[in-house]
């Protein structure tokens, strides 16, 4: 019997334990370092991307996820006559988007839907899972893609970064560059919005910083139920515990999730950010 394979890609940032409870596929984005490239999160992991991004004179540079693995990805679905649902990361962050509609054209007549899900990180995440458990529950290819563009108005994600040299350098900054050049001892708060970084507002501390992510979260949310949450962050875990239950303590939630951005991801935001993601009223 015919089955629906969601696919998503590394920089949804979903708890490992997850992927495999929903067998989700993951196409890892790609990491470029001197002269050797790497798979998101199968050949490089977060705690060596970090530890070695403190001592390395080279940066890192990204490309997105190849046409290859998602031509292999699908092809492995359809050639076992299965369906295929990908949600991923924002067209206007990366062309991952473009590398999987390339790889559909090599699979003429093959069922295979590509959503934008217009976000990133967990709030991707959440937009994957909410395709998976439907799915689970019996939704088909059609069903299961036009609940993913629902949501899309339904997630978001407000982060915290140390500094805004990473976004400019890899060129993902938005509308955050009217903070260029001002900051100072100043914390930006960021956020990803219409699919792009954009600007919320600037507080002086890192703790302040934390408590206005919840409070701008909260105002997001506006009420609606019921809620999921997930934190995030680039090496800096006990910020993010801290800030998941800063939330927690405020916002009634039926899931709650602890997630570490990718190799990927950190080459743009920087070590040290932290972030809270929401899906509300799905």
Known sequence: MSKIVLVTDSTAGIPAELVEKYHIQVAPQILVWGDKTYRDGVDIKPDAFYARLETESIMPTTSQATIGDFKQIFTQAVEQGDQVLAVLL??????TIDSALQAREMLPGAQIEIVDSQT????????ALHAARAIEQGANLAEAKALVEKARANVGVVFAVDTLEFLHRGGRIG??????????????????????????ERVRTR??????????????????????LATLHAAAPEDAQELLDMASARIEAVERLFSEVSPVIGTHAGPGTVGLVYMAGM
């Open 175 to 200: 509308g955050a560059s009217r903070f260029l050049g001002t900051l100072l001892n100043f914390k930006p708060i960021l956020e990803v919005r219409g699919g792009k970084v954009e600007a919320v």
């Open 90 to 95: 924002s067209n206007k962050l990366s062309g």
């Open 120 to 127: 990133v990180a967990m709030a991707l995440g959440f937009l």
């Open 207 to 228: 703790k302040k910083s934390l408590q206005r992510v919840v409070e701008l979260v909260e105002e997001r949310i506006g009420g609606r139920k019921p809620v999921r």
